[in-house]
Structure formats: structure tokens, C-alpha cells
T-cell receptor, first 111, second 123 residues
Framework: GNSVTQMEGPVTLSEEAFLTINCTYT??????LFWYVQYPGEGLQLLLK?????DKGSNKGFEATYRKETTSFHLEKGSVQVSDSAVYFC??????????FGPGTRLSVLP | DAGITQSPRHKVTETGTPVTLRCHQT?????MYWYRQDPGHGLRLIHY???????DKGEVSDGYSVSRSKTEDFLLTLESATSSQTSVYFC??????????????????????FGPGTRLLVL
């Protein structure tokens, strides 16, 4: 079956540090890939997405590139802020109805 | 923000009692989903709906039932709550799904949008 693997963390960084959160997936066909972010006490919000190989999704300084050859969709940001502290979920959607989510990675950014 | 509300936002109940959670959307989206979120498990799909009166089971459906009598409302019922059902429950909606888009159906958005969640504690 389809699955998503990501580092669970927690990841702790200082403000302005470079962020990478790894995400790899297993799926048949050509899934769409997503990153969602969850701030404390809130629901999940779409951060970015990519629907085909080599697409790059970007939003709020975050980027992720759909790499079919390595089945990866790593999230990066060049300079994190305290306000980026949250839990980040990688997810895929294949030809079916449903999403498959990774376990989430908690990020803490210290001032 | 997508117009999705969940009620109640917090609930404490006792083992063996029935509980119903409500998800309401104002987007007229066809697909609605119920997830539970637990530490170490991420989000797991409980049930989903692909139209009025059309529902199907997800990964962790045991002990839960759902109903959708109107496009805008999707109800999740715990017939007899157990402590293992203590969790945070999220509703999500989407306009379409990837298969439809691949088949050339234009104008459909496959992204899921989430409600604010319901925190349920079963004592």
C-alpha cells in the first residue's frame, strides 16, 4: 500500500538557520504530494503542493521539489523564524479518494 | 480560509456513552472526511463521504459510524465511547480527487482543507 515516511523530530533550530525536513513516499502511479502545517491548537493548513515530477511547490519561503527518481519531497527553508514553530506533515494523494499522511515532524525555532 | 466548522470543539464524556461530532461546510464540496490524530500516528482516516448518503470506511473505522444527509453536514458518531477513542478529531473537505483530474475533469481541486478539530476525552 501507499505510505509516507518522514523524520519525526523534534527538530530544534536557532532563528535564521536552514531547515530541511525529509519526506519519502511509496506509491503506485504518479501521486500528488503535499506539505501541511499545524500550529498549536489549530487544524492542518496546506503549505505547498506538487502534482507531477520535477514540480516545485513554494509558499512563505518554504520549498519542496517532487523527485520521482528518489521518491522524495523534502521540505526546505533558507532562514527559519520563531513563528515557523509547528508540526509539519508530508502527505500524498494517489488516484483514489484518500490521502496518506506521514507521522508529522515537530519543529521548534529558538530566538 | 475554507468554510469548515466543527462542533463541539471540546468534549469530555464517560465510557459507554454515545457521542456525535458535527462537521459543517459552506463550500459545497462533494467530498468530506473524518480523521483522528494521535501522537506517533499522524492522521488516520476513519470514514469519508463522496456524496449525500454515500459513505465508505477508512483505515480505523471500527467503533465509528457516519451519516451525511445534506451536502454541508457530515456527522461522526461513537455509538459507545471507549477510552481508546480519546483523540483529536479533524474533518476535511475536498472538491475532487486525483483520478478525476487525471481523467481530464477540469476545474476540480484535489487538495483537502481541514476544520479546526474537536478534542474528545473519554473517561
Amino acid at each position: 500500500g501507499n505510505s509516507v515516511t518522514q523524520m519525526e523530530g523534534p527538530v530544534t533550530l536557532s532563528e535564521e538557520a536552514f531547515l530541511t525536513i525529509n519526506c519519502t513516499y511509496t506509491a503506485t502511479g504518479y501521486p500528488s504530494l503535499f506539505w501541511y502545517v499545524q500550529y498549536p491548537g489549530e487544524g492542518l493548513q496546506l503549505l505547498l503542493k506538487a502534482t507531477k515530477a520535477d514540480d516545485k511547490g513554494s509558499n512563505k519561503g518554504f520549498e519542496a521539489t517532487y523527485r520521482k527518481e528518489t521518491t522524495s519531497f523534502h521540505l526546505e527553508k533558507g532562514s527559519v523564524q520563531v513563528s515557523d514553530s509547528a508540526v509539519y506533515f508530508c502527505a500524498l494523494r494517489d488516484y483514489g479518494q484518500n490521502f496518506v499522511f506521514g507521522p508529522g515532524t515537530r519543529l521548534s525555532v529558538l530566538p | 480560509d475554507a468554510g469548515i466548522t466543527q462542533s463541539p470543539r471540546h468534549k469530555v464524556t464517560e465510557t459507554g456513552t454515545p457521542v456525535t461530532l458535527r462537521c459543517h461546510q459552506t463550500e459545497n464540496h462533494r467530498y468530506m472526511y473524518w480523521y483522528r490524530q494521535d501522537p506517533g500516528h499522524g492522521l488516520r482516516l476513519i470514514h469519508y463521504s463522496y456524496g449525500v448518503k454515500d459513505t465508505d470506511k477508512g483505515e480505523v473505522s471500527d467503533g465509528y459510524s457516519v451519516s451525511r444527509s445534506k451536502t454541508e453536514d457530515f456527522l461522526l458518531t461513537l455509538e459507545s465511547a471507549t477510552s481508546s477513542q480519546t483523540s483529536v478529531y479533524f474533518c476535511a473537505i475536498s472538491e475532487g480527487w486525483r483520478g478525476q483530474i487525471q481523467l481530464g475533469a477540469s476545474g476540480l481541486e484535489e487538495t483537502q482543507y481541514f476544520g479546526p478539530g474537536t478534542r474528545l476525552l473519554v473517561l
